[in-house]
């Protein structure tokens, strides 16, 4: 098949689909057209570059700059401005993702500026889950764990913070990965929390997440919170027994507040996979330190440079906010210095003391989310009993890893109804061990994507 | 922290930052404020040595 074919298969499946899922807020059809029909063009003449990615389609999370859009964040804002202005050139990781041959197909729904765990956005209207459409997708990257869920593309980038990469991969039965603080460059990638904040991508398979996470690192000039580190690619590392290679990586379960703080189904998803790892290799058992402590610091932090990164569109633009989170970041913006600067002190020694847990372990595993999606507009979760806003308690398993700034690999688990993820977490700039044992329960038949029927 | 004390906060500081709160969103405002201030004493609770900083790096 050419690009050409296959581009245009993929916008008439996203033509005929999304409109069930709303996960797509802007479709740049002429250009994946063009883009294709040149690699069709360079692979007749005999100089196509090739590639694993050449061809393939991706979206992305609309908060990425796209030449010649008003890059809207999930907002009306920044289309409403007096004079809202297209990006002058796509954000970076949409640049080097297009360079390694992927083809970009359109931009995708979000929590507005990211502040959210569910995409219920009022403006575009709720991202539904492919798995069941009446229930949430999970956010902020809700379009993007909703459009790789329902196999619209192979291929979505996000952005998160506390989760917005994580819940909507595990709501949306995805892959998804959050690398190190400061690996990808950010470039280009309208910011919400710059101290916390994270890009990656949710992919369909392991190797498709590694191949886009390969393809996106390399220093950013223009993101001061970049690492500036050299590439070190992660396919080489995935191999094609993968679970028959994780011998000398040690695995552990997290105990104590992840088990507390998750539902009896999130639980069973843990035990799935560690079942089923116990029978390559030895995973014992862990405890995450001051987990809820990080929560909090992580709580604070974005509540805090949230509210200050929007202080001039709560003054001005107030009545076209989101209701759902317009009140949080004014509420942010009113807090005491001295609390977000406390809490970025905590931080630093909570990250002191996660660091010490990877002396003994390479894998630590726990739930992403407490349960299965709520229902699209439920105010309130349950977990063994107690009840919790659901809105930010969709982060109460992810915000302490992202906290730390480690790398952390979203997998989804096979499983009757619907889907429910687990968290390989990593030490810091070990994003290929992470990978490697996501590879191995994909191999095993644990951990899969299956995209629903109606989408088939 | 006494809920009044928060009230009295919203509404000193908020004209002070310019930033819009009246009745129809000063009980969200303060309930979200409330559970922020709940996280600082969380986070005030946390023992800290004076050199715990954040250390911002500076490169040129």
Redesign the interface.
């Known amino acids: 098949m050419s690009v050409l074919a296959g581009i245009e298969a993929c916008l008439a499946r996203i033509e005929r689909f999304d409109p069930s899922i709303n996960a797509f807020t802007a479709i740049v059809r002429d250009r994946a057209l063009a883009r294709a029909a040149a690699i069709d063009a360079a692979r007749a003449a005999g100089t196509s570059p090739g590639g694993e990615l050449e061809g393939v389609p991706f979206a992305v999370k609309n908060l990425f700059d796209i030449e010649g859009l008003v890059t809207i964040a999930g907002s009306r804002i920044e289309a409403e401005r007096a004079n809202p202005r297209p990006a002058a050139a796509d954000a970076l990781a949409v640049a080097r993702l297009e360079a390694a041959g992927a083809i970009l197909v359109g931009a995708l729904n979000m929590d507005e500026y990211a502040y959210g765990f569910t995409t219920e956005n009022t403006h575009r209207g709720p991202t539904r889950n492919p798995h069941d459409l009446t229930r949430m997708a999970g956010g902020s990257s809700g379009g993007s764990g909703a459009a790789v869920g329902a196999g619209l593309v192979p291929i979505a980038l996000g952005t998160d913070t506390n989760g917005s990469i994580r819940v909507p991969a595990s709501l949306c039965g995805a892959f998804g990965l959050r690398p190190t603080f400061g690996r990808l460059g950010r470039g280009g990638a309208f910011p919400f929390v710059f101290s916390i904040d994270t890009i990656g991508p949710l992919a369909r398979s392991v190797r498709e997440l590694a191949l886009a996470y390969d393809a996106m690192q390399g220093p950013d000039a223009h993101d001061p919170g970049c690492a500036q580190r050299a590439a070190e690619p992660s396919v080489g590392a995935l191999q094609a027994d993968a679970a028959g290679n994780l011998a000398g990586l040690r695995i552990a379960r997290l105990g104590g507040y992840f088990e507390e703080m998750a539902t009896p189904e999130g639980v069973a998803a843990l035990d799935v996979a560690c079942a089923a790892l116990s029978g390559l290799t030895s995973v014992g058992r862990a405890d995450w330190p001051d987990a809820a402590i990080g929560r909090a610091a992580a709580f604070m932090i974005t509540a805090v440079e949230g509210g200050a990164l929007h202080l001039d569109d709560l003054r001005r633009f107030y009545n076209i906010m989101e209701p759902h989170s317009r009140d949080r970041f004014l509420a942010g913006a009113l807090a005491p210095a001295a609390w977000v600067h406390r809490a970025h002190r905590v931080r630093r020694r909570y990250i002191e003391r996660v660091d010490t847990l990877f002396a003994d372990h390479d894998i630590l595993l726990a739930p992403v989310v407490p349960g299965v999606a709520p229902t699209i507009g439920d105010d309130w979760i349950e977990i063994r009993g107690r009840r919790f806003p659901s809105r930010p308690s969709m982060g109460l398993l992810t915000q302490p890893v992202s906290c730390a700034g480690v790398p952390v690999v979203a997998a989804p688990i096979a499983r009757e109804g619907l889907p429910i993820g687990i968290q390989v977490i990593a030490a810091p700039w070990c994003e290929a061990n992470a990978l490697r044992v996501a590879m191995a329960l994909e191999q095993l038949g644990v951990a899969r994507v299956s995209v629903p029927a109606a989408f088939a | 922290m006494d809920r009044q004390l928060i009230e009295h ?2 509404d000193a ?2 004209p002070m ?5 009246d009745e129809g ?1 000063r009980g ?2 303060i309930a ?2 409330e ?2 201030a709940a ?2 004493g ?3 609770a ?1 023992e ?1 040595a004076p050199a ?4 911002t790096v500076f ?1 040129r």
């Open positions: 906060w919203v500081a908020a930052l310019g930033l819009p709160v969103n969200a405002v979200n404020l559970m922020l996280v600082a969380q986070l005030e946390f800290l715990d900083e954040p250390l490169r």
